[in-house]
């Protein structure tokens, strides 16, 4: 069974899912994929680890890095798993592209080489905004390439963390 909260963020309003081995999804009202993972038939109900990750958002909003995990429940294929882990090992307030995740998945496989664009088609489908730091990765360049929150909401996340607001 999974359950859904929502929480009002600075950025716009967010629905929580989550099931009993953890966070589920983390949408912004509107974006792309919204709520994809979501099973039809969920609870709206305040279960304790939405007061964990509520907790974890507010610090996180305020300026400041959460310091504690939230647990979680990726829903997705092996590789798009293994992207999102990945994600997951990137600091706040840093930055990197889809060719080093690439080059990361490429290495721990043993294979020559991976594709960015596969890298970034897992990156985009991420049920897990912002906790799974999908907006930490850039084009080669440093270009704010896709986010399913938006490109604005990206900007802002960014600068807030590397301002500290």
Not at 37 to 51: A, G, N
Request: a positive charge.
């Amino acid at each position: 069974m999974q359950y859904t909260s929502h929480y009002q963020s600075p950025l716009g309003n967010i629905l929580l899912a989550a099931d009993d081995t953890g966070l589920t999804g983390l949408w912004f009202e509107g974006q792309k994929y919204f709520a994809r993972c979501l099973d039809r038939e969920h609870e709206e109900k305040e279960i304790s680890l939405f007061k964990d990750v509520k907790k974890w958002l507010d610090i996180y909003f305020s300026g400041k890095e959460p310091g504690f995990p939230v647990p979680l429940h990726f829903m997705g294929t092996d590789f798009q798993k293994e992207v999102w882990k990945i994600l997951c090992s990137i600091p706040y307030g840093r930055t990197v592209t889809y060719g080093e995740i690439a080059k990361q998945i490429a290495a721990g496989r043993g294979i020559p080489s991976m594709s960015a664009q596969a890298v970034g088609g897992a990156v985009g489908h991420n049920e897990i905004s912002i906790i799974v730091p999908c907006h930490r990765v850039v084009g080669t360049n440093g270009s704010l390439t896709g986010y399913a929150g938006g490109i604005d909401r990206k900007r802002k996340l960014l600068k807030m963390e590397q301002t500290g607001r």
